[in-house]
């Protein structure tokens, strides 16, 4: 297994067929707007891509990652040795929604997660466990997430999702339920002309009422090519 670099300079990564470095986590770690924050978590972290991500960003984090699957776990953790970060990521193995002692309550400035996409007996079939565990609810539905999020989260705190779009009023309300206020919304397109793909949300953790809707993420024009933004956020 040979570690590839997203873009010149930037960080190394290994990744493995179930945890892949995918295009949502680059745009997530993009959007998210940690501002002064020093702690954050990473709920189902898989190989840590999205938390070396922010790590090369934002240089006073600290991160700790949450991944079920023994394999990607191992591959977070030295996804972070190969970077030299070892010393400002923490990755535990382990259920979400179980581990308390490890995971204080109310203890990060930000929470973040790229959760699976579709509800249970949905979605296209995904043949490998750790693939089918990544993009289905199979172990963590999106209440498990958005409630061990809100508990995690600081009052004020932020919490940062990617998500499919048509589940998006699901979305909000499980949001609503455990008192996390959507501040800011933004949707991916392949295209202009294509429906939305990917949506990104931020919440923020008993924040008032009020939400901005951004201007929509289009990757590629119409003939195939990266837009402006798209390069941008690749460092290209």
Known sequence: MEAERLWAGGPLFLQTETAKLT????????????????????????????????????????????????????????NLRLNGMEGRGTILCGDLREAHAALPRGGFDFVIANPPYFAEGSGLPATAEGRA???????????DLCTRAAGLCRSGGKVFLSYRPERLCELLRQCADVRLEPKRLRLVHHRPSAEASILLLEARKDGKPGQRIDPPLILHDEKGNETEEYKRIYHR
Do not use: I, N, P, Y
């Open 133 to 143: 565990a990544a993009r289905g609810e199979s172990r963590c539905t999106l209440e």
């Open 23 to 78: 295009t949502d986590t680059v745009l997530l770690a993009d959007f998210a707007q940690v501002g002064r924050a020093t702690s954050g978590a990473d709920l189902g972290c898989a190989s840590g891509a999205l938390m070396l991500l922010l790590l090369w960003r934002e240089a006073r984090l600290q991160m700790t990652g949450v991944e079920l699957q023994q394999d990607a776990a191992r591959l977070a953790e030295e």
